[in-house]
């Protein structure tokens, strides 16, 4: 059975980091485009960054500079690492797995096909 996870949420001082992983179950996560989402309380989902088969990514500019996206091949995984962490990052993180035309795509519209459950970030003192 095909299964998305998400898993290394916590709480987090602000200014601290945080690494998200996304596993694979009866899906190898190299053979799709990824994403990474988030959703805070009474706001909408939010695309945060992807990786496309070809390991090109995207960043939304929210994140770009402080949030980073990659895979791990062998161990079927794709982290999201998050630094200079603020309290508006506080959400329940999501990741998201889908096909695309091309190998070289990937996007940040959450019409993705695969999700997983999610995992709560809190950033506080």
């Known amino acids: 059975q095909l299964q998305i996870l998400e898993s290394g949420g916590g709480l987090v001082q602000p200014g601290g980091s945080l690494t998200l992983f996304c596993s694979g179950s009866?899906?190898?996560?190299?053979?799709?485009?990824i994403g990474w989402f988030r959703q805070a309380p009474g706001k909408e989902r939010e695309g945060l960054t992807c990786i496309s088969v070809l390991d090109n990514t995207t960043y939304a500019d929210s994140v770009k500079g402080r949030f980073s996206i990659s895979r791990d091949s062998a161990e079927n995984l794709v982290y999201l690492h998050m630094f200079s962490l603020r309290p508006e990052d506080t959400a329940n993180y999501y990741c998201?797995?889908?096909?695309?035309?091309?190998?070289?795509?990937?996007?940040?519209?959450?019409?993705?096909?695969?999700w997983g459950q999610g995992t709560q970030v809190t950033v506080s003192s």
């Open positions: 998201a797995a889908d096909g695309f035309l091309h190998l070289s795509d990937c996007g940040l519209e959450d019409d993705y096909t695969y």
């Open positions: 009866g899906i190898q996560l190299d053979d799709f485009a």
